[in-house]
Nanobody, 128 residues
Framework: QVQLVESGGGSVQAGGSLRLSCAAS????????MAWFRQAPGKGREGVAA????????YYADSVKGRFTIFQDNAKNTLYLQMHSLKPDDTAMYYC?????????????????????WGQGTQVTVSS
């Protein structure tokens, strides 16, 4: 069973940067895909970025392309989300997730129902 713990959230002004971390433990060999999601109050959970852990192939939502970067440090079993040029619309609870099956349709890789393991989340607040 994979355990995920997010950190790095906080409050920042528009245009600022933050780096989120997700420390993973347990079930290391079964984490084939990992991703970041976010959920703003009153809204559904939205896929932000995903990575294929074996190839470092990355996927991004259109709303964050060019501003966010997902990457991993396998030695530390940690997933990161580097966020630049933050906007008030980026305000949300950010969650790390892992998928334990080897394949997924590319069109579904940012769908929350494709992921089986979730962290507790870390809050990001961007003020204008």
């Amino acid at each position: 069973q994979v355990q995920l713990v997010e950190s790095g959230g906080g409050s920042v002004q528009a245009g600022g940067s933050l780096r989120l971390s997700c420390a993973a433990s347990g079930g290391i060999d079964s984490r084939f895909f990992m991703a970041w999601f976010r959920q703003a109050p009153g809204k559904g959970r939205e896929g932000v970025a995903a990575i294929t852990t074996s190839t470092d192939t990355t996927y991004y939502a259109d709303s964050v392309k060019g501003r966010f970067t997902i990457f991993q440090d396998n030695a530390k079993n940690t997933l990161y989300l580097q966020m630049h040029s933050l906007k008030p619309d980026d305000t949300a609870m950010y969650y790390c997730a892992a998928r334990s099956t080897r394949t997924v349709k590319t069109t579904q890789i940012l769908s929350p129902d494709q992921y089986t393991n979730w962290g507790q989340g870390t809050q990001v607040t961007v003020s204008s």
